[in-house]
């Protein structure tokens, strides 16, 4: 089944210890992209990647890390997680033809509090 | 900087009223558009995406336009039905040699039995 999955759904955590959650897709998609979404505040983009080893900063790309060494896997590293950073994270991913037809595809969602 | 705006936040209809939900952007000079559903405590749903070159785009009971001078996009769903019910959001690309995507905050529908 074509799909992106994310682990782990939901993780409670404290303030300033390192974590890491994780991006795959099975659909040998180039693009790929990390959004939180907040009350009010909507879906937000942190970090885009438009292949392996190319990434680029969304719109809120503070306090976070990527990295793309595979294809397939996307992870979102918070070094020292803040209260702020407490919220739903989605990763989605696109087959590239061109950007107009770049339908992107989600994940199920990653519910963190941070303490 | 692009930006999105979704009207009404929430919307209450019957079941099978024929209803429009819209999307404002700010730069009309987009690569396209994408429509989501997204249902409570889930992921999102990829309903209709829009290239830049296209006026609309149908699937089903769905039907997607774009109006790129004047910033608008809308999405138009036939005969509603109480399943309808969810969160709907629309994602604009970004313009600006990125290749980012902005949301609008969405518009939470109720399509009532």
């Known amino acids: 089944e074509a799909q992106v999955t994310q682990n782990p759904r939901y993780l409670i955590t404290v303030t300033g210890k390192k974590l890491t959650v994780t991006c795959s897709q099975n659909?040998?998609?180039?693009?790929m992209s990390w959004y939180r979404q907040d009350p009010g505040l909507g879906l937000r983009q942190i970090y885009y990647s438009m292949n392996v080893e190319v990434t680029d900063k969304g719109d809120v790309p503070e306090g976070y890390k990527v990295s793309r060494k595979e294809k397939r896997n996307f992870p979102l590293i918070l070094e020292s997680p803040s209260p702020n950073q407490t919220s739903l994270y989605f990763c989605?991913?696109?087959?590239?033809?061109?950007?107009?037809?770049?339908?992107?595809?989600f994940g199920p969602g990653t519910r963190l509090t941070v303490l | 900087k692009q930006e999105v705006t979704q009207i009404p936040a929430a919307l209450s209809v019957p079941e099978g009223e024929n209803l429009v939900l819209n999307c404002s952007f700010t730069d009309s000079a987009i690569y396209n558009l994408q429509w989501f559903r997204q249902d409570p405590g889930k992921g999102l749903t990829s309903l209709l995406l829009?290239?830049?070159?296209?006026r609309e785009q149908t699937s089903g009971r769905l039907n997607a336009s774009l109006d790129k001078s004047s910033g608008r996009s809308t999405l138009y769903i036939a005969a509603s039905q109480p399943g309808d019910s969810a969160t709907y959001l629309c994602?604009?690309?970004?313009?600006?040699?990125?290749?980012?995507?902005?949301f609008g905050t969405g518009t939470r529908l109720k399509v009532l039995a």
């Open positions: 989605a991913s696109s087959l590239w033809a061109t950007i107009k037809k770049n339908e992107q595809f």
């Open positions: 659909m040998n998609h180039e693009y």
């Open positions: 994602a604009a690309s970004s313009s600006s040699g990125t290749y980012k995507y902005i």
């Open positions: 829009i290239q830049s070159s296209q």
